[in-house]
């Protein structure tokens, strides 16, 4: 199967005057640990639904750049959201491909770097500390950063033999040890490290999310997030809730020991928060409100506070209201 010609991607920068923010996350929103509760703005399709937001948080109102914003509505996006960005979601600006640290195929690799570096460089414009990252897969192939677009390769014979539950394309736990699988999660470390060491020198950390167990992807297991924890000291990670969540159930591991475990790595940067409608048979990676689904949110949130991570809500729906929920439950004024 032929990759399409992946062509460098640039971005225009601001010049960095007197309103460029060096750190936002020394300002908080009223967790009791200092860390900072925000949203995706990967849930907000229109500066209007951004404008909404801040009105109902103010000088509150906190963000994770999206890795679906392009260059040109970032740069609309920007006299809104400047002061207020906590970290990007790489790749920002979007790119055709998500990055892919695990290939084998040189040009891949390279585009992969690229385009971090441009996510660096607006982490730096906007004074983002944090940049998240999906790691790589187990191919050589670029992937595609949109969904569609990557069903096809997913679907591609390498992949189908190691699907443990039809249901979402889910592997098990086995997967990750796998002679298809180990060279993968190899490769992709060893460019970690040297990225993470890259992103420190400008002081950002570079935080590896755990994906949900789709054949393909890398990293999805407590187990996997320790190893990632313990590479580097400049190697941070971002624990995705909901996608642990479906882990939990295809795996057949406890969920709420599983966020203990990584949690107690002593490197979770940043925690997305999500709920969704799996369970034993069902894995769905919904991306829904907090408290639907029987979602033990209490327990999760009072296992997240301990690391003094960022909270930033990856819902699509209800942003302003999970938000709400989740700094009301960290301040002590609401219970769950």
């Not at 187990?223 to 939990?248: F, K, N, Q, R």
């Amino acid at each position: 199967m032929n990759q399409p010609k992946i062509k460098a991607f640039g971005i225009q920068h601001e010049e960095q005057g007197a309103d460029r923010v060096t750190n936002t996350n020394a300002l908080t929103t009223g967790c009791k640990n200092g860390a900072v509760t925000g949203a995706s703005l990967v849930g907000m399709k229109s500066l209007k639904e951004i404008e909404e937001y801040i009105e109902q948080f103010g000088q509150d109102a906190r963000f994770e750049l999206s890795y679906q914003m392009s260059a040109e509505y970032l740069a609309q996006a920007t006299p809104l959201i400047r002061g207020r960005v906590v970290s990007a979601h790489a790749c920002c600006p979007s790119t055709e491909f998500f990055p892919n640290l695990a290939s084998a195929d040189p040009e891949v690799v390279a585009q992969s770097l690229a385009d971090m570096e441009a996510t660096l460089q607006t982490a730096l414009e906007f004074g983002a500390k944090i940049v998240v990252l999906h790691a790589g897969y187990v191919t050589d192939l670029a992937m595609p950063s949109s969904y569609e677009a990557r069903k096809p390769i997913l679907a591609r014979p390498e992949f189908i033999k190691d699907i443990r539950h039809e249901d979402g394309a889910i592997c098990g736990p086995e997967y990750r040890l796998s002679p298809g699988y180990i060279p993968y999660a190899e490769r992709a470390k060893e460019r970690l490290v040297a990225l993470a060491r890259r992103y420190a020198k400008s002081a950002v950390r570079l935080a590896v999310e755990n994906l949900n167990p789709r054949v393909g992807y890398l990293f999805h297991s407590p187990e996997e997030m320790l190893e990632l924890a313990a590479l580097d000291p400049d190697l941070w990670l971002c624990l995705d809730v909901g996608h642990l969540y479906i882990t939990s159930f295809a795996f057949g591991f406890d969920y709420l020991e599983g966020l203990k475990t990584i949690v107690g790595s002593g490197k979770v940067a940043s925690c997305h928060l999500h709920a969704n409608s799996s369970r034993n048979g069902r894995y769905r990676d919904d991306h829904f409100s907090l408290e639907q689904n029987g979602f033990p949110l209490a327990e999760v949130l009072s296992i997240v506070a301990a690391s003094e991570a960022n909270l930033i809500v990856e819902a699509v729906e209800d942003l302003a209201g999970n938000t709400r929920i989740v700094q009301e439950s960290m301040t002590g004024r609401r219970l769950l």
